[in-house]
Structures are given as structure tokens and as C-alpha cells.
């Protein structure tokens, strides 16, 4: 089969208005901004409003990255949402955002994979494009993790923040694009990050919700060892797969969990400061929107040049872990 290139022709970021910083956070938990700061290198996050959900913020992303890419909501094929907040069980936030859109022809589906999601969702639509079954694909990473946080544990409180980055995936000139994809998982390790309440498993009940399963519990330092082995070892896996080198990177867009994270992934590839996407000092982690909000940040400053290689990187719940090398 004759394969087309795919790439990204349109990106778009929204994150909400309402800032939490440290200082806020020092006077709802045991916690001060230095120890935030210096463990996380996060300075403060955005929260949505109480009549925001996940396809408010995903649809205001939507907006942008369909205009940046010239062209018109009737021209998508398919909407893949990828989050871990959706506004509801189903419909499907996908499907929500299909209707607010506007996007009459438009296939509709959310995406789990936490964060790593978004590169899950690149992958599932740069297929679709290549094999010719689609041409213009939506892909969203939203969420409002606010919702889940609970704001009396300082071991996840002070990491998380809400926002929504979107792309549009379309045929490209031959020799850009995709270059190759490296998923991964490990179902071992779902317990060390997750939220047990209101599933089939743990239906909601006042039980459930008195004893908080309605939020994100972490094994922070456990899923922090995981994120260091697995962030450069994914890259690397990804750079091999498309014959290219550490050297060739132009710019790494990296998942915004924790700056000491990310350093160990510049160690190992490498890497100076520079060629690295960083801003998880404003916005925290947003799991799934954490890459698309970095890249759409990245064209907006101009650091991003036709012909430049790109690297996206992530991991998360699940545990997942994604990373794809694209020629801008
Ligand atoms: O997208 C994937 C989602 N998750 C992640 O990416 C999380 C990855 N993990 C991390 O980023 C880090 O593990 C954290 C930032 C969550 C924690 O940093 P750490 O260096 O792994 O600290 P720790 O959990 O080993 O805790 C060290 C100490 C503990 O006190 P003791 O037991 O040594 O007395 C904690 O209780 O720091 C304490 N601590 C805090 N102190 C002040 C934990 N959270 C806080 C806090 N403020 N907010």
C-alpha cells in the first residue's frame, strides 16, 4: 500500500483564566512555594471555571488549531479526544465537542491512555490519514483535572492544573511528517496512579465519595522512578525507528509533569535547555493537554521552523508511555 506523510497543519491551546499559585497553595495545605518550586519546578496552574467542562476548554483549543490550519469544521473526518476528565461518562467529550463544533461529518471518539493520550491519539490518527481512509483529523488533549485533585493532599495538589491543546492532522509534502511512533504500557503498574471511584468496579455511592476514590491517589515517587527510566528510553526508541540521531533533534516537546523529569530525559538524549519546550511553570501538569498546550506554545514563539525535527515524550496512568518523531 502506498503510505501518504501526515503531519500537523494546525495547532491551537486554551487554558482557562483562573490562576492558582503556591502562595494560594500554602494556605490550603502543609506545603510553601520553595519546596514546590524546587521538587517541581511548577509556579502556579489554571483552573476552570465552575461552568467549564473538558469539552469547554477543548472546543476553545478546537477553534484555533482548525483555523490555523486553514480550514473549515465540514472538512473533518474525525474527532479523537484523548482525556482522563470527560464531561461525563457518555456521550462521549468527543462527541460533545463534535456538536458545539459544529463538524456535521465528523466520526467522533474519546481516547484513554491519561497522559500519554494525546501521543496515543496522534498515532491512531496519522494511521487513519496515511491509509487514505481519512484526510482531516481533530486530535484534543483537554482536561479539567481540578476536578479529580483533592485540594487537602499535598502530594497531588500542588501538581495539577486544567487546559486543552489541539491539533489537526493532514497530508503533508513527502519527506515531512511522522516519522515513527513507540507506544507502550504496563498494566502492573496501574495502581500507582489512578482513580478507583465511580467505575464498574467501584460504583459511586456516599461510601465512595467519604473516602475520596473520586480522586487521583499517586504513588508519586514510584511513578516519578518509572517517568526517569522510561521518558529517554521512549525518545531514543523513537529516534531509532526513524533512522535519525539525538544530534538531528531541533526541538523536544516533552510531558509537563515535573522539571527534574524532564532534566533526566535532557541528560540522557543529550540535550541543552534550549531545545527543550518547557512551561509547566505556568500550567502544572495537564495530563493529556500537557504536550498539545507545550507545541501550540512553541509555534506561537516561533520556535518552531519548517524542516525542524520534533520530539514528543510522555508517559503516564495506565502506566502508558508514548514518544514520535515529526518533521515540521
Ligand atoms: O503525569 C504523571 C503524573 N504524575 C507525576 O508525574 C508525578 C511524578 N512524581 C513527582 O513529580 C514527585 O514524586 C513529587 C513531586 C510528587 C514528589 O517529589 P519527591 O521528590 O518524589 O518527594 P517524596 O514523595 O519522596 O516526598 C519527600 C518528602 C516527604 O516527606 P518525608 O516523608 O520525607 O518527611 C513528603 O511528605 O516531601 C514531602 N512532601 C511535601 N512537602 C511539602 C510531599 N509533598 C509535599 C508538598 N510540600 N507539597
Not at 504500557?185 to 456516599?206: I, K, Q, W
Not at 526513524?242 to 516533552?254: C, F, T, Y
Request: glycine residues 10%.
Amino acid at each position: 500500500m502506498n503510505l501518504h506523510p501526515v503531519g500537523i497543519i494546525g495547532t491551537g491551546k486554551y487554558v482557562p483564566d483562573r490562576i492558582l499559585s503556591n502562595q494560594e497553595l500554602e494556605q490550603m495545605v502543609e506545603t510553601n512555594d520553595e519546596w514546590i518550586v524546587t521538587r517541581t519546578g511548577i509556579r502556579e496552574r489554571r483552573m476552570a471555571a465552575p461552568e467549564q467542562a473538558t469539552s469547554d476548554l477543548a472546543y476553545q483549543a478546537s477553534l484555533k488549531a482548525i483555523a490555523a490550519a486553514g480550514i473549515t469544521v465540514e472538512d473533518l473526518d474525525l474527532i479523537i479526544v484523548s482525556t482522563i476528565t470527560p464531561d461525563m461518562f457518555f456521550p462521549s467529550t468527543a462527541c460533545l465537542l463534535q456538536e458545539k463544533l459544529g463538524a456535521k461529518k465528523a466520526a467522533a471518539f474519546d481516547l484513554s491512555a491519561a497522559c500519554s493520550g494525546f501521543i496515543y491519539g496522534l498515532a491512531t490518527a496519522s494511521n487513519m490519514i496515511a491509509t487514505g481512509m481519512y484526510k482531516h483529523i481533530l486530535v484534543v488533549g483537554a482536561e479539567t483535572l481540578s476536578r479529580i485533585t483533592d485540594y487537602t493532599d499535598r502530594n497531588t495538589c500542588i501538581l495539577f492544573g486544567d487546559g486543552a491543546g489541539a491539533v489537526v492532522l493532514g497530508q503533508v509534502e513527502e519527506g515531512r511528517g511522522f516519522k515513527s511512533f513507540e507506544l507502550g504500557a504496563d498494566g502492573g503498574g496501574g495502581e500507582l496512579l489512578r482513580v478507583s471511584g465511580g467505575g464498574s468496579r467501584l460504583p459511586s455511592s456516599a461510601d465512595t465519595v467519604s473516602s475520596k476514590q473520586h480522586y487521583i491517589h499517586m504513588a508519586g515517587n514510584d511513578v516519578f522512578k518509572f517517568a526517569v527510566r522510561i521518558m529517554g528510553g521512549a525518545a531514543e526508541e523513537a529516534l531509532r525507528k526513524a533512522g535519525m540521531n539525538k544530534e538531528d533533534i531541533n526541538l523536544l516537546v516533552p510531558h509537563q509533569a515535573n522539571v527534574r523529569i524532564i532534566q533526566s530525559a535532557l541528560n540522557r538524549l543529550d540535550l541543552p535547555e534550549e531545545k527543550c519546550m518547557i512551561n509547566l511553570d505556568k500550567y502544572g501538569n495537564m495530563s493529556a493537554a500537557s504536550i498539545p498546550v507545550a507545541l501550540a506554545e512553541a509555534v506561537e514563539q516561533g520556535r518552531v521552523h519548517e524542516g525542524d525535527c520534533l520530539v514528543f515524550v510522555g508517559f503516564g496512568g495506565g502506566l502508558t508511555w508514548g514518544a514520535s518523531v515529526l518533521i515540521w
